[in-house]
């Protein structure tokens, strides 16, 4: 800080989890906070929707007329109101605590939020008992980790350095992605499957674990609920059958389930990359009995991560920050996000409930970052729809709305955070003030209720007082988190050396109620389900993140904009020389959902087949106007209702500049 102004971000080098390492792109938050474009002052629509043409006017004028506007809606029917909300801040304040209360207590639709980790999370739980897993800090003892569906020098930085400290002291990495990621390229080996064929891997692995005899017999008749249900179905996936499913070598599954049945500690860093397919929640639960089937929870450094998210749940107050008993006795629907194309479209029914009439959006960019955004465009863009959107930047999405409301940045307003795999709780106080007439996402809606005359107290409460109450004090007392910014969860170490999972009968669960004995399902888009539309579209497209960006936010921070360059699809040397494709050329990639064009890099980070889009940049900023998600569809995974991003064919050509 200099004179009221931010002036670097950095890590708390007393921070255990990331001792003061700062991901890239966060380390450029202030340039994105006192951007030239940021959006500081309410604005009005003047032009078409969808061409970002506003007037700027005051926030009392805005609140009366969103107040009223929703007033009247929610008088004929609340759950045309749509709250729609995601990942721009997940804090628990300025996430789903204040906003939470005020749609309870209108009794709008509910939101479904599942475009990122439904299938995965849905999955471990019913595995485990919740979304929880191995102490990231353990990672470091291990002598073989497997880094699957997961690219942490991009995506999850500080899991990254503790595997860099595990490879120090001997150990191997190997990491499993159709892509030859950032990390892929640093592991010791990198098994480069199709997409979605995670669960036919899984299923190999188990069948040669146990014809090698790498079982641990006592761990699987101690606490594991099902084995023999699941060994009927790994009996048939040979390493054969599997290298044929995945698009690799049977060696490679031969010995890959050697190395993970005779190495110990072994541990799986499993990641949501490879549960954006149809197939995405069987694939995790399969994957998730690997650590069971050879015991390696019992040793410090061995188990499986994907979610710490589950142990945070534990100490919340999640009923008191979100009240859904301000709903009373109304139930209302709930719509899933993923399909806000689809949805966005509807007239009302029967089936579906009322049409939706107003969309109040914060905290996430649909337009670009939801799949089918062809639809996405389309819902958008009806002019009987009423649109607030809280943002920063006049993004894709903001450019839709009929009143754009700024928010403060977290450098501006309290708030208090669960992590993305670790177990500390981290503060995040104010540092400046709001910059122009920045409000906070909590402050808005706190000023929305009180015009609609909401006058229930929690409408009164602090954006500081919600930050204080969000954890239980006894687990995660607030005065630590002041004097420190960040407080461990207490926690068990080591949880499941012993079982004790969080299921109900404390084992891991193969038949879980209402799902089934896990099994591998082929891609919605694969030639075994769908042959005439892969012959028409032969190449798998997948579309994780760019390094720099964090989904589609920093897409528009110019130093990091400058290290990316510009929207690009990786291309297999092999499918582009069959096409004709030259490195760095234009090429249009499409299917029958729609067209985006971009620019080629040929390159072996794509495996031949498969092409990787990498995201998220926002629309506008495509050579026509379209980003990846022209080409992804809406349909769903197995379990969560969660989105199949990387589960999407298309063809690909070059087109002449
Ligand atoms: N093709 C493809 N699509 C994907 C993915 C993919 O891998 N491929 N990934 C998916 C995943 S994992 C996710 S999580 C989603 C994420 O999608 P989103 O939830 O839309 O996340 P962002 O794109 O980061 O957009 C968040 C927006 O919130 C705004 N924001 C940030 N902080 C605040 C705040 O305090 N208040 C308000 N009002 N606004 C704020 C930012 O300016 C930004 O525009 O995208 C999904 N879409
Ligand atoms: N820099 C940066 N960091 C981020 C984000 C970001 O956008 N940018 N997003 C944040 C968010 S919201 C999330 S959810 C996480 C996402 O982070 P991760 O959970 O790691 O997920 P992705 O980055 O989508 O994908 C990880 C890897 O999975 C691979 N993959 C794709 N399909 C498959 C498959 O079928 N099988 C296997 N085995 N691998 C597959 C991709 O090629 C990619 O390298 O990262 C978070 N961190
Ligand atoms: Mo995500």
């Given at each position: 800080m200099r004179d009221g102004v931010a002036i670097k971000v950095q890590g708390d080098p007393e921070h255990p989890p990331t001792q003061g390492v700062l991901c890239h792109k966060v380390s450029r938050y202030t340039e994105r906070t006192y951007h030239p474009e940021r959006v500081l002052h309410p604005l009005k629509r003047v032009g078409p929707k969808g061409r970002g043409q506003f007037v700027r006017v005051g926030w009392d004028e805005a609140l009366d007329d969103i107040a009223a506007r929703l007033s009247a809606i929610a008088a004929r029917n609340p759950e045309a109101v749509l709250p729609y909300s995601y990942a721009g801040t997940m804090g628990l304040v300025q996430g789903d605590g204040m906003a939470a209360r005020f749609f309870h207590r209108m009794g709008a639709s509910l939101l479904?939020?599942?475009?990122?980790?439904s299938a995965g999370g849905d999955a471990i739980a019913a595995t485990y008992g919740g979304k929880v897993g191995m102490h990231v800090g353990d990672f470091a003892h291990s002598r073989l980790i497997l880094i699957w569906g997961s690219n942490p020098i991009t995506s999850s930085v500080h899991f990254w350095a503790l595997a860099q400290q595990a490879k120090r002291a001997g150990a191997k990495l190997i990491c499993i992605d159709p892509r030859r990621s950032e990390t892929a390229e640093k592991?010791?080996?990198?098994?480069?499957?199709?997409?979605?064929?995670d669960g036919a891997l899984a299923l190999g692995l188990m069948h040669e674990l146990e014809r090698q005899g790498l079982l641990d017999a006592d761990y699987l008749e101690r606490?594991?609920?099902?084995?023999p249900l699941l060994r009927e179905r790994a009996v048939a996936w040979t390493a054969e059958r599997t290298a044929a499913e995945c698009g690799i070598t049977a060696d490679e599954v031969r010995e890959l389930a050697r190395e993970w049945g005779t190495t110990r500690p072994a541990s799986i860093r499993l990641n949501y990359g490879m549960q954006r397919v149809r197939g995405g929640g069987n694939a995790v639960r399969l994957v998730a009995m690997l650590p069971c089937l050879t015991g390696a929870w019992k040793q410090r450094g061995g188990g499986l991560l994907l979610s710490s998210s589950g142990w945070f749940a534990l100490h919340r107050n999640t009923a008191w920050l979100q009240r859904p008993d301000l709903l009373g006795d109304r139930r209302p629907r709930t719509i899933n996000m993923v399909t806000i194309g689809d949805d966005l479209l509807r007239e009302s029914?029967?089936?579906?409930?009322?049409?939706?009439?107003a969309l109040v959006v914060y905290n996430t960019n649909p337009v670009a970052v939801a799949p089918d955004s062809g639809k996405v465009v389309q819902g958008f863009r009806r002019e009987d729809l009423f649109t607030v959107v809280l943002e920063h930047f006049l993004t894709d999405t903001a450019d839709h709305a009929d009143y754009v409301l700024p928010a403060t940045t977290q450098l501006e307003h309290w708030d208090v955070h669960g992590t993305y795999g670790h177990t500390w709780v981290v503060l995040n106080e104010p540092a400046i003030a709001p910059c122009g007439e920045a409000r906070s996402n909590a402050e808005i809606f706190r000023a929305l209720a009180q015009r609609m005359g909401?006058?229930?107290?929690?409408?009164?409460?602090?954006d500081e007082a919600m930050a204080r109450g969000a954890f239980h004090d006894t687990a995660v007392p607030w005065a630590e988190l002041r004097r420190r910014g960040h407080a461990p969860l207490p926690l068990p170490e080591q949880p499941f050396a012993r079982g004790g999972f969080l299921t109900p009968g404390g084992q891991v669960v193969v038949d879980a109620p209402g799902l089934g004995v896990p099994d591998y399902l082929p891609n919605h888009e694969s030639a075994q389900t769908a042959p005439e539309l892969a012959r028409r579209y032969p190449l798998a497209m997948i579309s994780p993140p760019a390094r720099n960006f964090l989904n589609s936010t920093f897409a528009n921070v110019q130093s990091l904009q400058a290290i990316e360059g510009e929207p690009l699809l990786e291309v297999h040397p092999d499918d582009a020389g069959a096409r004709g494709i030259a490195d760095g050329a234009l090429v249009d990639v499409w299917n029958d959902r729609g067209r985006y064009r971009c620019r080629a890099a040929v390159s072996t980070r794509a495996r031949p087949g498969v092409v990787n889009g990498l995201g998220i940049w926002w629309r506008k900023q495509g050579?026509?106007?379209?980003?990846?998600?022209?080409?992804?569809?809406q349909q769903l995974t197995d379990i969560g209702r969660g989105p199949t991003f990387y589960d999407c064919l298309v063809e690909v050509a070059a087109i002449a500049e």
């Amino acid at each position: 800080m200099r004179d009221g102004v931010a002036i670097k971000v950095q890590g708390d080098p007393e921070h255990p989890p990331t001792q003061g390492v700062l991901c890239h792109k966060v380390s450029r938050y202030t340039e994105r906070t006192y951007h030239p474009e940021r959006v500081l002052h309410p604005l009005k629509r003047v032009g078409p929707k969808g061409r970002g043409q506003f007037v700027r006017v005051g926030w009392d004028e805005a609140l009366d007329d969103i107040a009223a506007r929703l007033s009247a809606i929610a008088a004929r029917n609340p759950e045309a109101v749509l709250p729609y909300s995601y990942a721009g801040t997940m804090g628990l304040v300025q996430g789903d605590g204040m906003a939470a209360r005020f749609f309870h207590r209108m009794g709008a639709s509910l939101l479904d939020r599942t475009i990122c980790s439904s299938a995965g999370g849905d999955a471990i739980a019913a595995t485990y008992g919740g979304k929880v897993g191995m102490h990231v800090g353990d990672f470091a003892h291990s002598r073989l980790i497997l880094i699957w569906g997961s690219n942490p020098i991009t995506s999850s930085v500080h899991f990254w350095a503790l595997a860099q400290q595990a490879k120090r002291a001997g150990a191997k990495l190997i990491c499993i992605d159709p892509r030859r990621s950032e990390t892929a390229e640093k592991c010791h080996q990198h098994i480069a499957l199709k997409p979605g064929t995670d669960g036919a891997l899984a299923l190999g692995l188990m069948h040669e674990l146990e014809r090698q005899g790498l079982l641990d017999a006592d761990y699987l008749e101690r606490h594991v609920d099902g084995w023999p249900l699941l060994r009927e179905r790994a009996v048939a996936w040979t390493a054969e059958r599997t290298a044929a499913e995945c698009g690799i070598t049977a060696d490679e599954v031969r010995e890959l389930a050697r190395e993970w049945g005779t190495t110990r500690p072994a541990s799986i860093r499993l990641n949501y990359g490879m549960q954006r397919v149809r197939g995405g929640g069987n694939a995790v639960r399969l994957v998730a009995m690997l650590p069971c089937l050879t015991g390696a929870w019992k040793q410090r450094g061995g188990g499986l991560l994907l979610s710490s998210s589950g142990w945070f749940a534990l100490h919340r107050n999640t009923a008191w920050l979100q009240r859904p008993d301000l709903l009373g006795d109304r139930r209302p629907r709930t719509i899933n996000m993923v399909t806000i194309g689809d949805d966005l479209l509807r007239e009302s029914s029967p089936d579906f409930g009322p049409k939706i009439e107003a969309l109040v959006v914060y905290n996430t960019n649909p337009v670009a970052v939801a799949p089918d955004s062809g639809k996405v465009v389309q819902g958008f863009r009806r002019e009987d729809l009423f649109t607030v959107v809280l943002e920063h930047f006049l993004t894709d999405t903001a450019d839709h709305a009929d009143y754009v409301l700024p928010a403060t940045t977290q450098l501006e307003h309290w708030d208090v955070h669960g992590t993305y795999g670790h177990t500390w709780v981290v503060l995040n106080e104010p540092a400046i003030a709001p910059c122009g007439e920045a409000r906070s996402n909590a402050e808005i809606f706190r000023a929305l209720a009180q015009r609609m005359g909401y006058s229930e107290p929690c409408f009164a409460d602090s954006d500081e007082a919600m930050a204080r109450g969000a954890f239980h004090d006894t687990a995660v007392p607030w005065a630590e988190l002041r004097r420190r910014g960040h407080a461990p969860l207490p926690l068990p170490e080591q949880p499941f050396a012993r079982g004790g999972f969080l299921t109900p009968g404390g084992q891991v669960v193969v038949d879980a109620p209402g799902l089934g004995v896990p099994d591998y399902l082929p891609n919605h888009e694969s030639a075994q389900t769908a042959p005439e539309l892969a012959r028409r579209y032969p190449l798998a497209m997948i579309s994780p993140p760019a390094r720099n960006f964090l989904n589609s936010t920093f897409a528009n921070v110019q130093s990091l904009q400058a290290i990316e360059g510009e929207p690009l699809l990786e291309v297999h040397p092999d499918d582009a020389g069959a096409r004709g494709i030259a490195d760095g050329a234009l090429v249009d990639v499409w299917n029958d959902r729609g067209r985006y064009r971009c620019r080629a890099a040929v390159s072996t980070r794509a495996r031949p087949g498969v092409v990787n889009g990498l995201g998220i940049w926002w629309r506008k900023q495509g050579v026509q106007g379209t980003n990846v998600n022209e080409l992804t569809s809406q349909q769903l995974t197995d379990i969560g209702r969660g989105p199949t991003f990387y589960d999407c064919l298309v063809e690909v050509a070059a087109i002449a500049e």
